[in-house]
């Protein structure tokens, strides 16, 4: 499902954010990126949803060349990857239903799709009775659920999720990590980037751990 | 598509509806660009419309030092007309010049008693066929006449036809000089407009751009929104522009002591009005993909 080759990504001369990265990710798998600040988890997973370029090497997704891929392949190569963030990254001006419609309406999906699918993935994450409220109106933990909602609504085929937990506190993390379980074990391909060790004791998977931009460690429990 | 269609126009509109300070100075300032412009355009052309009028009148008048003999001077008209430039000749007795002065003094006619009925000299006043109407028809006319010993002297309103065309041609100038200048700021303006409202919405587009939208799905309603607003801009600039007519232009046409009474200062045809309209539509559109090609990159 994700292969890397060789990868490398540096922002100028001193600055090396990954170093000669290998590893391969088989479809279905839930795999934890562990590291310290700095250690290049977002580059790694920035990335996989090419909103970063390696300097070196070959990244394929699905067997797709990602590196070679042409500007205006990248939002199909997006439309099957949903990306959740620390920051939740939600548009405050509009509902939740509107929120997570969005990553719909971008695939120019007929409405009534719409409507029945972001049903389906609010009613998921436990918000359909918040279809109408605002982002802001609601607490950290349920903003990400929407994050997660809108990542989900579109059925990717590889979820990122990038320190999903970081503003959160430990029971809303849980319930978090819950709803990456289940989309897991629907065959969803899962990538979360975490520094909270207690995360991959609690649910062990398989753990990559990166340091210094280099592939320090990859277990499977 | 019916899809893509619906959700453009929703988006471009509520785009609008969420920044209506944004919106409102954009439309302003092409409606004003436009109005200035436009203002410009109707100046120009009543003042050529004034110009044909005059140049109509435009003839030749050759004075005899002495009137001939009816048929010497029957001979003469059938001469004069026959060049290809004429229309008419007509002749006009010392007599009929002395009444025809008489009568433009109105009341003071009597200033001219005593008088005597041959102060005036005769003369042959040589109306113009339409297409010689100009400084070369003209010219071809006046040197066929000076050959001719009879007359004294010739008069034509050459002089001032050729100044004012030149003025016309300043006039055309000027406007095209502001005109470009103002379209510009207006460009100018409405590109930075948008890209305040972009600016604005950057975690909008962000987002778009992480949920797989394309390029084009990103732009079209932002293109729309521009496109709108110069819609509205010129329906604007057309009103401001019928406000300036009546208020202005008609005005300081009708009160120039040159125009003819009966001149009716002309506004914009209606294919002319389109063009103001589609005009504001190309800006608005420009403007948007100005600040769109900087600002949205995948």
């Given at each position: 499902?994700?292969?890397?080759?060789?990868?490398?990504?540096s922002?100028g001369?001193?600055?090396v954010?990954l170093?000669?990265?290998?590893?391969?990710?088989?479809k279905?798998?839930?795999?934890?990126?562990?590291?310290?600040?700095?250690?290049?988890?977002s580059?790694f997973l920035?990335?996989l949803?090419?909103a970063?370029?390696?300097?070196?090497?070959?990244?394929?997704?699905?067997?797709?060349n990602i590196?070679?891929?042409?500007?205006r392949?990248?939002?199909?190569?997006?439309?099957?990857?949903?990306v959740?963030?620390?920051d939740f990254?939600?548009?405050?001006?509009?509902?939740?239903?509107?929120?997570?419609a969005?990553?719909?309406?971008a695939?120019?999906k007929?409405?009534?799709?719409?409507?029945?699918?972001v049903y389906?993935?609010?009613k998921?994450?436990?918000?359909e009775?918040r279809?109408?409220?605002r982002?802001?109106?609601?607490?950290?933990g349920e903003?990400?659920?929407i994050?997660?909602?809108r990542?989900?609504?579109v059925?990717?085929?590889?979820?990122l999720?990038d320190?999903?937990?970081?503003n959160?506190?430990?029971e809303?993390?849980?319930e978090?990590?819950?709803?990456?379980?289940?989309a897991?074990?629907?065959g969803?391909?899962?990538?979360?980037a975490?520094?909270d060790h207690?995360?991959?004791?609690r649910?062990?998977?398989?753990?990559?751990?990166?340091?210094?931009?280099r592939?320090?460690?990859?277990?499977?429990? | 598509?019916?899809?893509?269609?619906?959700?453009f126009i929703?988006?471009?509109?509520?785009?609008?509806r969420q920044w209506?300070?944004?919106?409102?100075?954009?439309?302003?300032t092409?409606?004003?660009?436009?109005?200035?412009v436009?203002?410009?355009f109707?100046?120009?052309i009543n003042i050529?419309?004034l110009?044909?009028?005059?140049s109509?009148e435009?003839?030749?008048?050759?004075y005899f030092q002495?009137?001939?003999?009816?048929?010497?001077?029957a001979?003469?008209?059938t001469?004069?007309?026959?060049?290809p430039?004429?229309?008419?000749?007509?002749f006009?007795?010392?007599?009929?010049?002395?009444?025809?002065f008489?009568?433009?003094l109105?009341?003071?006619a009597?200033?001219?008693?005593?008088v005597?009925?041959?102060?005036l000299?005769a003369?042959l006043?040589i109306?113009?066929?339409?297409t010689?109407?100009?400084?070369e028809g003209?010219?071809?006319?006046?040197?066929?006449?000076?050959?001719?010993?009879?007359?004294d002297e010739l008069r034509?309103g050459?002089?001032w036809l050729e100044?004012?065309?030149k003025?016309i041609?300043?006039?055309k100038?000027?406007?095209?000089v502001?005109?470009?200048?103002?379209l510009?700021?207006a460009?100018?303006?409405?590109?930075?407009?948008?890209?305040?409202?972009?600016?604005a919405r950057r975690d909008?587009?962000?987002?778009?751009?992480?949920?797989?939208?394309t390029?084009?799905?990103?732009?079209?309603p932002?293109l729309?929104e521009?496109a709108?607003?110069?819609?509205?801009?010129?329906?604007l600039?057309?009103g401001f522009?019928?406000?300036?007519?009546?208020?202005?232009?008609?005005?300081?046409?009708?009160?120039f002591?040159l125009?003819?009474v009966?001149?009716?200062?002309?506004?914009?045809?209606?294919?002319?009005?389109?063009?103001?309209?589609?005009?504001g539509v190309?800006?608005?559109?420009?403007?948007?993909?100005?600040?769109l090609r900087?600002?949205?990159?995948l």
């Open positions: 499902m994700i292969q890397l080759f060789n990868v490398t990504k922002y001369r001193d600055s954010a170093r000669e990265m290998s590893v391969q990710i088989e279905g798998e839930f795999v934890y990126v562990t590291g310290p600040s700095g250690a290049g988890k580059t920035s990335m949803y090419a970063l370029k390696p300097t070196r090497g070959q990244i394929l997704i699905n067997g797709a590196t070679r891929m042409r500007s392949q990248i939002p199909f190569l997006r439309r099957k990857i949903g959740v963030f620390q990254k939600l548009l405050n001006s509009r509902s939740v239903y509107e929120n997570v969005f990553a719909l309406e695939q120019g007929k409405r009534y799709e719409v409507s029945k699918k389906q993935a609010l998921e994450v436990g918000l009775h279809l109408q409220r982002p802001l109106e609601l607490s950290g903003q990400q659920r994050a997660i909602a990542a989900l609504v059925d990717p085929l590889i979820l999720a320190e999903p937990s970081g959160l506190d430990q809303v993390t849980l978090i990590m819950e709803l990456f379980k289940r897991h074990a629907r969803t391909t899962v990538l979360l975490t520094h207690s995360l991959y004791q649910f062990p998977k398989r753990v990559l751990g990166l340091e210094g931009g592939l320090v460690m990859d277990h499977v429990p | 598509m019916f899809e893509y269609v619906r959700y929703l988006r471009a509109l509520r785009n609008m209506p300070v944004l919106c409102s100075a954009a439309i302003l092409m409606a004003v660009a436009l109005t200035t436009a203002t410009f109707l100046v120009v050529q419309s110009a044909r009028t005059w109509e435009v003839q030749v008048v050759a002495t009137p001939p003999a009816p048929t010497e001077l001979a003469l008209v001469q004069i007309e026959d060049l430039e004429v229309k008419q000749a007509l006009v007795s010392k007599t009929e010049a002395f009444q025809r008489a009568a433009r109105g009341d003071d009597g200033l001219l008693e005593g005597s009925h041959d102060l000299p003369s006043e109306a113009l066929q339409k010689a109407r100009n400084r003209v010219a071809r006319v006046v040197a066929a006449l000076k050959k001719d010993r009879r007359f034509f050459q002089e100044r004012f065309e003025f041609e300043l006039l100038f000027v406007g095209l502001l005109g470009s200048f103002f510009f700021a460009l100018f303006i409405v590109s930075n407009t948008i890209k305040l409202t972009l600016y909008e587009l962000e987002i778009m751009a992480l949920v797989g939208a390029k084009n799905f990103i732009q079209v932002f729309l521009g709108l607003q110069g819609l509205f801009s010129g329906i600039a057309l522009l019928s406000l300036s007519f009546q208020l202005l232009v008609k005005k300081s046409l009708q009160s002591w125009t003819p009966d001149f009716n200062a002309v506004f914009l045809a209606g294919s002319q009005q389109l063009v103001l309209v589609l005009s190309l800006l608005g559109l420009l403007g948007s993909l100005f600040s900087k600002f949205v990159r």
